[in-house]
């Protein structure tokens, strides 16, 4: 069992340029976050506040107390009902639990071998809505195949004691692939009890083109019930080679999802490459875009595809960066410990080292404001706790969960 810190650090984010709290609220126009020019300074958004939405300011002093460390690249959080909190940590595939008492519990019994490399290994998890009644916990991990190839995969068991029990693989993508990247694997219950399973592409080439075929699940928002069985009203259920699970496709690699709760409709924010990382709010039978249309470039800097931002047929963003956030982990917040915040999308940032708070209005992004820079932590996954604090995971080898309130 690891040893609980409990450690404490101050984060002072006081205003350098936009308004108050109820200013940043209602979007005031200004200056957008500071950041390095776009990698496609040619590129220009489809319509108006497509991106660099004016910079707000929060004026909270936030407190930031270490729960847990030397976690071993924590990737997925998810609190129980009794108020215990579930821990991935992906390169070693394992599961722990971190109690109301602050100790941990060390590796829950009873996983499924993983693919522990690079962007693989234990990734997503989600509480089944009916957990006091049935103590089902699911998990989506990188599954190796018998042919060296790997997957993303979805699997459920009963949580008893420490360990998991009556293990189910429930999906998996398909094909196949050689990769070592792009698995997404955020897993959202929708308010009807079904499941959203975000998938990557893999990356590679042969992966990308995969994203906008329908015979395979690389590249795509997937809905399934809780058992694994495919819901009736997918959009392409009873359609000859089309795969019954799709929900929407074109996606390039969606690491952060959550439903928001006025709505109860799904959202996630997904990877670009050398810019073009994307808020989408995915919709039924609908094509997304990648890789025929993207905003960014290739890392070489290079076009993608043909260089196209827009396309009959295909979805804009609600909104994209370039540069990049790298996404990762995504909140919806509603809770009354920060007031002011209520009604934003909350992100998680690799590359950008920030917790990226977007301020929405009418489905659009009206103001963005980047918290606790000054950790300097890539931030894997955020979560709303049940005390409306926020839980979030730091992505490192010393990785860490911190809780997020404000301070005094």
Same mark, same amino acid.
């Given at each position: 069992m690891r040893r609980l810190v409990l450690t404490t650090a101050l984060a002072a984010l006081v205003a350098a340029c936009g308004g108050t709290e109820g200013q940043a609220q209602s979007g005031a126009a200004g200056a957008p976050v500071a950041s390095k020019p776009a990698n496609a300074p040619d590129q220009q958004p489809a319509f108006a506040g497509?991106?660099?939405?004016p910079e707000v300011k929060s004026n909270l002093a936030l407190q930031v107390t270490t729960l847990a460390e030397s976690l071993d690249m924590p990737w997925g959080l998810a609190f129980l009902p009794d108020g215990r909190l579930l821990i991935t940590e992906k390169h070693l595939g394992q599961l722990q639990i971190l109690g109301t008492d602050g100790k941990l519990s060390g590796p829950i019994i009873g996983l499924p071998a993983v693919v522990g490399a690079d962007q693989g290994g234990l990734l997503g998890v989600a509480v089944d809505p009916k957990f006091p009644d049935n103590g089902l916990i699911y998990w989506s991990y990188a599954e190796p195949a018998a042919d060296g190839t790997n997957n993303t995969a979805v699997a459920r068991g009963k949580l008893t004691g420490d360990r998991i029990e009556n293990v189910q693989v429930i999906f998996r993508q398909t094909p196949s692939m050689n990769s070592t990247k792009h698995?997404?694997?955020?897993? +959202?219950?929708?308010? @009807?009890?079904?499941?959203?399973v975000t998938t990557g592409e893999r990356s590679i080439l042969e992966g990308r083109a995969q994203a906008q075929r329908l015979d395979g699940?690389?590249?795509?928002?997937?809905?399934i019930n809780s058992d694994g069985s495919i819901p009736k009203d997918n959009p392409f259920v009873g359609k000859p080679g089309v795969r019954p699970e799709i929900w929407s496709y074109g996606h390039r690699n969606i690491l952060s999802a959550a439903i928001d709760p006025k709505t109860g409709k799904l959202w996630e924010v997904e990877h670009g490459a050398r810019g073009g990382d994307e808020l989408n709010q995915p919709q039924a039978g609908k094509d997304y875009g990648w890789p025929t249309i993207t905003y960014g470039l290739e890392y070489s800097g290079k076009p993608v595809g043909a260089g196209l931002t827009a396309k009959e047929g295909m979805?804009?963003? +609600?909104?994209?960066? @370039?540069?990049?956030?790298?996404?990762?982990?995504?909140?919806?917040?509603?809770?009354?410990l920060f007031p002011g915040w209520k009604g934003s999308i909350l992100i998680g940032g690799l590359g950008s080292k920030a917790l990226v708070r977007l301020v929405m209005q009418d489905g659009k992004v009206v103001g963005e404001e980047r918290l606790l820079t000054d950790l300097n932590e890539r931030i894997r996954d955020v979560v709303v706790g049940p005390d409306g604090a926020l839980y979030l995971a730091t992505d490192s080898k010393n990785g860490r969960v911190l809780k997020v309130t404000p301070k005094g």
């Open positions: 497509q991106t660099r939405a698995y997404g694997g955020r897993l +959202v219950f929708a308010p @009807d009890g079904t499941l959203f699940t690389l590249g795509k928002v997937v809905r979805e804009q963003p +609600v909104y994209y960066w @370039d540069p990049v956030i790298a996404p990762a982990g995504m909140a919806f917040y509603e809770a009354d």
